[in-house]
């Protein structure tokens, strides 16, 4: 153990020493005694729990395994196997109906409502380009993707097309119409915006062809900046600002006739900077990468240097945006996303530190790091809150297990009870089924609840692995259980008093050049009572946005409170088919596809550290993939297996011939190495593993298999 430092009792890895020692501690009154005690006591405390609950998890799912070979899938009893629940402790009972009691939230948590990014703050420059998106160009955002058409004389080209852009800005114009209709006219007419003075009060006025008009709501203008010739007009509506630029001398103003130039909308509200399933994160080194981007967020000093179109660009933090309000007076604007953070879930454990010559548990070590660096907080939380999503928790003991950590690590450095707060994300079946119960037990410091397809649906697959024949993962997506999950997130929320305290969360858009396809379809989100859904970049954060102008989330909220809550008998509901419903054809496309998407993500992972990727699917689709949807396919996979629809030699002939495929997709990549060429290579035998061992792996999860072949790829790489 020569390489560790003896830290009070821990043995730790001298980079996390150094870390936390000469860059997260500076400034702060907690000595590096009392951190490494803390963390001691922490983990002795915490370490035999965190055991027995996994074991707990075990135990249970071979209790179920063994009802489903009894008695086959739910729908054969379903009375039976929710007595069986309750009998075994699954479920538990419910509590009397409360309401939560967290304080001390921002409001882009309580009051506003929108866009919610999720990326890897293991990448920097992803990381600064998400905690800006706060605000963004929606000329821009209409301008490079699918929502203009892109046939005819709309089409890009490799250079400015005036008909495009003449299209974006009458896209821009109906958004304005609808979200700040004025008295007469519409935008698209308008030849001018003027900030008029009476008295001490600004208001605006719009100049149209057919005369002088105004904002029907006047209220809507709440500041200006700038020059009359050239400035920025402030708006608002259902609490996000609109920024209406004026430039009569830029491209775009000099063929309008009011001279507007864009028009930026407040877009991706909070950002959760991820340290799990969007990061590739298996040692000391990647920890301390993970922390040291997260510390450079809290304190304001993250920055990266990168070549873009040939000439050199420096990214770093948003200043806020300075305006006057309507009285003249100072009018500042947050010009960040509010900030998150993801920590891993209870599963995996960590060497870069030794209790007792063992590895801790992952999450020990994140709830104190990430708390201690987000202490450094100058610009993100006006309230001093540390916001800390949790996720991959199996039921209510688990969340409490969770609230009972963050209590500790608030002792250790000196912070006050609940100044750390939890997110919840409901992804697993047991917090699911017992959704009331898990947010009962975080009541005092719970900021919000979200759904997720993917994860969600790969526990679904796992916990009821001995049921039967899966469906196709597309199949998956329209089934009862699915809405009944979704229903039961909003309503079993509102009814323990989110609304206006805590937000409500929606899944992620997983195709990030399909935005046409995203705005017909993500305003069900808002309209669902959700105050904040998943988008997969700024971009599509800017276009998301539109949504919570078109619908008001509290009247949508208020529309919802009180409905019945589905029962769980809907929840339980995930068929099985016969294993003769699929023809031949339709069982080897969809193992191609789980195959192909498996390779695809798995082979950057493993190879390269990328922990979040767009891999194109089997039809050239650009996914956004990351260890949420690798579970669903490598579970998917690990079913049909299990119950003879394919055999083991099938299923490796498939990842053959699916590697080459993938291969030629990542041709351009220079770092990439072929799999096709050696089918005993680290990344491809990951990748089929998952497949092959995906039954036995714990709650389906794909971290242990990928962790150790990142290590075996990073040791030889080492040598």
């Known amino acids: 153990m020569g390489e560790y430092l003896t830290k009070s009792g821990l043995l730790v890895h001298p980079l996390l020493a150094d870390f936390v020692e000469k860059e997260a501690l500076p400034g702060l009154r907690v000595t590096a005694d009392q951190f490494w005690s803390g963390l001691r006591q922490l983990v002795a405390e915490h370490g035999p729990v965190n055991a027995r609950l996994l074991q707990r998890r075990d135990d249970l799912q071979t209790q179920l395994d063994e009802w489903h070979h009894k008695y086959g899938p739910v729908a054969n009893n379903p009375q039976g196997y929710e007595f069986f629940l309750r009998d075994i402790g699954y479920l538990v009972p419910e509590p009397a109906d409360f ?3 967290t304080s001390g939230l921002d409001p882009e948590i309580t009051s506003l409502c929108g866009p919610q990014l999720v990326v890897p703050v293991s990448n920097a420059r992803y990381a600064l380009n998400a905690a800006n998106a706060r605000w963004g160009s929606l000329y821009d955002a209409l301008y490079g993707t699918d929502v203009i058409s892109r046939e005819g004389d709309l089409a890009p080209g490799t250079g400015f097309n005036s008909h495009r852009a003449q299209a974006v800005v009458e896209r821009a114009a109906a958004f304005l119409d609808e979200s700040f209709p004025l008295r007469t006219g519409s935008h698209r007419d308008a030849t001018g915006y003027h900030v008029e003075k009476s008295g001490d009060v600004r208001t605006l006025v719009i100049d149209t062809a057919s005369g002088r008009t105004a904002l029907q709501d006047e209220a809507a203008f709440v500041g200006y900046g700038g020059t009359e010739q050239a400035g920025e007009l402030v708006l608002r509506h259902n609490g996000l600002h609109v920024v209406l630029v004026i430039n009569p001398a830029s491209t775009i103003g000099q063929a309008h006739r009011a001279g507007l130039s864009d028009v930026i909308v407040e877009a991706a509200l909070t950002t959760i900077q991820d340290c799990e399933d969007s990061v590739a994160a298996v040692d000391a080194a990647d920890k301390v990468g993970v922390y040291r981007n997260w510390l450079g967020l809290m304190n304001g000093t993250l920055e990266d240097t990168f070549e873009k179109a040939g000439r050199t660009v420096t990214r770093k933090l948003n200043p806020d945006r300075a305006y006057k309000d309507v009285n003249g007076q100072p009018l500042v604007l947050k010009g960040r996303s509010l900030l998150l953070v993801r920590n891993v879930g209870h599963l995996m454990t960590t060497d870069a530190v030794l209790f007792d010559g063992k590895p801790i548990g992952e999450g020990l070590m994140d709830a104190a790091i990430t708390a201690l660096c987000a202490m450094q907080d100058k610009l993100n939380s006006s309230t001093g809150a540390i916001y800390i999503v949790k996720p991959k928790m199996h039921g209510p003991e688990e969340v409490a297990f969770a609230c009972a950590i963050f209590a500790s690590v608030e002792a250790m450095l000196g912070l006050a009870p609940n100044t750390i707060k939890i997110g ?17 037990q975080a009541r005092q410091r719970v900021f919000f609840i979200n759904t997720g397809f993917l994860d969600r649906t790969g526990d679904e697959i796992h916990t009821s692995m001995e049921a039967g024949v899966v469906l196709r993962k597309d199949e998956i997506k329209a089934e009862r259980w699915i809405a009944s999950y979704e229903d039961r997130n909003v309503l079993i929320g509102l009814a323990c008093g989110f609304s206006g305290r805590a937000q409500i969360g929606k899944g992620m858009w997983a195709r990030p050049d399909d935005m046409a396809a995203m705005m017909a379809a993500k305003s069900s989100h808002p309209g669902a009572g959700a105050n904040t859904a998943w988008v997969p970049s700024p971009t599509a954060a800017t276009l998301h946005a539109l949504h919570y102008h078109q619908i008001d989330v509290f009247e949508a909220q208020r529309r919802r409170h009180n409905q019945a809550v589905p029962p769980l008998g809907e929840l339980f509901s995930m068929p099985v088919q016969a294993p003769y419903a699929l023809s031949r054809e339709e069982i080897t496309r969809e193992l191609e596809n789980n195959a192909q998407g498996i390779l695809g993500y798995v082979v950057r992972w493993v190879q390269q550290g990328v922990g979040c990727s767009k891999v194109p699917d089997i039809n050239n689709v650009g996914l956004m993939e990351d260890r949420a949807t690798c579970r669903i396919s490598s579970q998917a996979v690990a079913n049909w297996l299990r119950h003879g629809l394919v055999n083991r030699d099938e299923v490796t002939a498939t990842f053959e011939r699916m590697a080459a495929i993938v291969d030629g997709q990542n041709a351009g990549d ?18 089929l593993d998952l497949a092959l061992l995906g039954a036995n792996q714990p709650s389906g999860y794909t971290e242990p298999l990928l962790h150790a072949a990142r290590r075996k790829v990073k040791a030889r790489n080492a040598k």
């Not at 919840?424 to 009962?440: C, F, P, V």
């Not at 990439?672 to 005993?680: C, L, S």
């Open 99 to 101: 309401t939560i009691e």
């Open 670 to 687: 220079p770092l990439y190495r072929p799999m096709a060429e050696n089918f005993q290579s680290v990344a491809f035998r990951a990748a």
């Open 424 to 440: 919840i994300m409901d992804e697993e079946r047991r917090t699911s089924a017992n959704l009331k119960a898990a947010i009962y």
